[in-house]
């Protein structure tokens, strides 16, 4: 597929998308794109909107089992258990209740397989997006940006030992 078709199905999904977003009152195009990059999703289908829930969902996904890697490490790669110390208690416990929030996430998500109605899954993402926008993605990036944080001055203070 060359750049000219990719631009004409983006056009034509953004056509469509918007039909639904005026029936449901759903965000954005470009805010769920920005979130949940909804642009790849095929346009030929009947179920645009449970695409886009399936989209938003797997992304979900991915945080809660990013969450559930540093609540649990027990079988994950030793890279993690050097920035799980970096974490204190409400550390801890802001992720204990993102990966409680995700975990229903996941299980509405299996319902609405099971279930199919447009207008809930027009409820699922308008949920999604409020849920992401104004929690999830706040307390989530202030973990991240504390996992990521350079602990040289730590290494000094115990004489430079990793295991200090």
Do not use: W
């Not at 801890?92 to 996430?105: H, R």
């Amino acid at each position: 597929m060359n750049k000219q078709d990719k631009e004409c199905d983006l056009e034509e999904l953004k056509i469509e998308y918007e039909k639904l977003r005026e029936k449901y009152e759903l965000p954005s195009f470009s805010e769920l794109n920005i979130l949940f990059d909804i642009e790849e999703i095929d346009t030929e289908t009947e179920f645009l909107l449970r695409k886009i829930r399936r989209v938003v969902a797997d992304k979900m996904t991915g945080y809660l089992r990013f969450i559930e890697i540093i609540l649990n490490p027990s079988n994950s790669p030793l890279f993690f258990f050097k920035l799980i110390k970096r974490l204190d208690n409400t550390d801890k416990d802001i992720l204990s209740n993102l990966y409680e929030e995700l975990g229903k996430v996941e299980v509405e998500t299996i319902a609405l397989d099971l279930e199919h109605s447009e207008k809930n899954e027009a409820e699922f993402i308008k949920e999604m997006h409020n849920l992401f926008n104004n929690k999830i993605r706040i307390e989530l990036l202030g973990v991240i940006r504390k996992l990521s944080e350079d602990n040289d001055n730590k290494k000094k203070e115990n004489g430079g030992s990793y295991f200090g």
